[in-house]
C-alpha cells in the first residue's frame, strides 16, 4: 500500500521556475540555482589571488621579511630611534645611586613593599623565594656582581642585557625609593636557605660579607 501512496510533489512558484536546474534531481529533490551576488564572487576570486601573491612574495621568492627579519629591523629602529631617552633614563637613574649611599631598610613595611617590587620584577628569573632560576640564587653568600645595596639598586636598574637580564627584569620601572625597597628585602633573604637552590657557578661568583659591606647589624626578617 506505500507504493500506491503518491510522493508529494515539490511546489515551484511561477517566479522560480526559470531558476530550476533542469535534470537535477535525487530522490525527488529538485535544486533552483541560486548564484551569489557578483561583488561577493569578485571578492573571493581577489582574496584566493592575493593570497597566492602573498605566499610567491614572501615564502617563495623571499622579496618581503619574514617575522624574524621585522623584529630586528624593528628592533635596529628602536635602538637608533629611542636609544637617548633609554640612556637620559639610565643616566637619571645611575646619577642617583652614584650620587648618595643608600642604607639597607629593616622596617617591616619597607621589606613588604619590596616583596611586592621583587614579584613584579625578579622573580620569573630569579624564584618566588629567591632561589635561583635562570638568574642565580640571591640568598646565599656568593654574588656575581656585588651585594652593596646601590650595587644591586644599579643592576637591577641597568640589568645586563647580554646575559639575559634587561633592565628592571623587563618588569614595570621602579624609582630611587622602591629600587630601595626591593634591594633591601633581596638582602633581608641572606642565609634564609630555600629549597632547591640554584648551585652556585663558582667560576664567576665571589664571597661578599652583606653585614660588612652594607654596614647593619639585623634586618627584620618577618615579613
Not at 68 to 89: C, G, I, L, N
Not at 162 to 186: C, H, N, R, W
Request: proline fraction near 6%; charge should be negative; hydrophobic fraction near 30%.
Amino acid at each position: 500500500m506505500a507504493e500506491d501512496k503518491k510522493k508529494p510533489k515539490n511546489i515551484i512558484f511561477e517566479d522560480e521556475k526559470d531558476k530550476l536546474i533542469q535534470d537535477h534531481d535525487y530522490d525527488g529533490i529538485q535544486e533552483l540555482n541560486n548564484p551569489l551576488p557578483r561583488w561577493w564572487l569578485y571578492g573571493f576570486y581577489f582574496c584566493i589571488a592575493f593570497a597566492v601573491g602573498y605566499m610567491l612574495y614572501y615564502h617563495v621568492f623571499g622579496w618581503g621579511p619574514n617575522a624574524q627579519q621585522e623584529y630586528q629591523q624593528e628592533m635596529a629602529y628602536a635602538e637608533t630611534h629611542y636609544k637617548d631617552v633609554r640612556d637620559k633614563t639610565s643616566d637619571e637613574n645611575n646619577n642617583g645611586l652614584d650620587q648618595k649611599e643608600y642604607e639597607v631598610l629593616t622596617d617591616a613595611a619597607s621589606l613588604k613593599d619590596g616583596d611586592k617590587h621583587f614579584h613584579a620584577v625578579c622573580f620569573a628569573c630569579h624564584g618566588a623565594q629567591a632561589q635561583g632560576m635562570v638568574g642565580p640564587n640571591l640568598t646565599d653568600e656568593y654574588w656575581l656582581h656585588g651585594c652593596k645595596i646601590n650595587q644591586i639598586m644599579k643592576n637591577i636598574t641597568t640589568g645586563f642585557p647580554d646575559k639575559g637580564m634587561p633592565p628592571f627584569g623587563g618588569g614595570p620601572t621602579l624609582d630611587q625609593k622602591q629600587l630601595q625597597e626591593v634591594a633591601s628585602y633581596i638582602i633581608s633573604l641572606q642565609g634564609s636557605n630555600p629549597p632547591n637552590p640554584k648551585p652556585v657557578d663558582m667560576s664567576r661568583a665571589k664571597k661578599c660579607d652583606v653585614k660588612a659591606v652594607n654596614e647593619f647589624e639585623h634586618v627584620d626578617t618577618e615579613h
